[in-house]
């Protein structure tokens, strides 16, 4: 069975800073794969998706990730967090097993200090 | 759009009660999923169906849970009776049919905040 690893469970940094969460998927055939984020009381909205073609996908609001395969890693990257990006971050998963369902991690909860 | 629109928004039960959650995904999508959020488990995938049929409900915790889709904009969930563990934040997802080699991404309502008392 797939599953997602997010091995920082809460990040606090400050304005400006720059932003690496770690995710790491475990399946070794073809997969799709997406961030979301979780705004506090909001619903979940997607950042970015991969499917396939340039591993390095770029998402809105200046987040991007970078899929290595052989790492099985799709971390996700910003240059230069705001204070509005304080949410919590999921990775998730799809593989081609024809389940049609995500496999998502266990969350990063990121909080921004102004 | 209106994207997926789910009811109650908040809903505070009693041990023992039935509950019932209502979902309507965007118009025109196949899959409909059902998710779970909790402190504990964190996101879990309960039931999807596609086209209304059900295809898959290995994450539906026991008999006490059930889901319906009886038409292609309408779908419940349903906790008979209702445990205080059940209580978590419930999510109606729906996506297009995915083409070769793609998965459209799925799209999320605002979820169900129940508390089971």
């Known amino acids: 069975a797939q599953s997602v690893s997010q091995h920082n469970h809460h990040v606090i940094l400050s304005e400006a800073a720059s932003l690496e969460l770690g995710c790491n998927y475990s399946?070794?055939?073809?997969?799709?794969l997406f961030w979301y984020v979780q705004y506090p009381g909001q619903h979940l909205q997607l950042l970015l998706k991969?499917?396939?073609?340039?591993?390095l996908v770029k998402g809105i609001k200046g987040f991007e990730a970078e899929f290595i395969k052989s790492k099985f890693s799709f971390n996700l990257r910003k240059p230069s967090v705001q204070w509005s990006d304080t949410a919590e971050y999921f990775c998730?998963?799809?593989?081609?097993?024809?389940?049609?369902?995500?496999?998502f991690g266990s969350g990063t909860r990121l909080q921004v200090q102004p | 759009d209106a994207g997926v629109i789910q009811s109650p928004r908040h809903e505070v039960t009693e041990m023992g009660q039935e509950v019932t959650l209502r979902c309507k995904p965007i118009?025109?999508?196949?899959?409909l999923f059902w998710y779970r959020q909790t402190m504990m488990r964190g996101l879990e995938l309960l039931i999807y169906?596609?086209?209304?049929?059900?295809?898959?409900d290995s994450g539906m915790p026991e008999d006490r849970f059930s889901a319906k889709m009886p038409n292609a904009s309408f779908s419940t969930l349903k906790i008979q009776p209702s445990e205080p563990r059940d209580s978590a934040v419930y999510f109606c997802?729906?996506?297009?049919?995915?083409?070769?080699?793609?998965?459209?991404?799925?799209?999320f309502g605002p979820g169900t905040r129940l508390t089971v008392l």
């Open positions: 399946y070794g055939g073809t997969v799709n």
């Open positions: 998730a998963v799809n593989a081609y097993t024809g389940r049609r369902a995500l496999t």
């Open positions: 118009s025109g999508h196949d899959y």
């Open positions: 169906f596609n086209n209304n049929v059900p295809i898959d």
């Open positions: 997802a729906s996506s297009l049919r995915a083409a070769a080699g793609k998965y459209y991404e799925q799209f």
């Open positions: 991969y499917f396939s073609g340039d591993p």
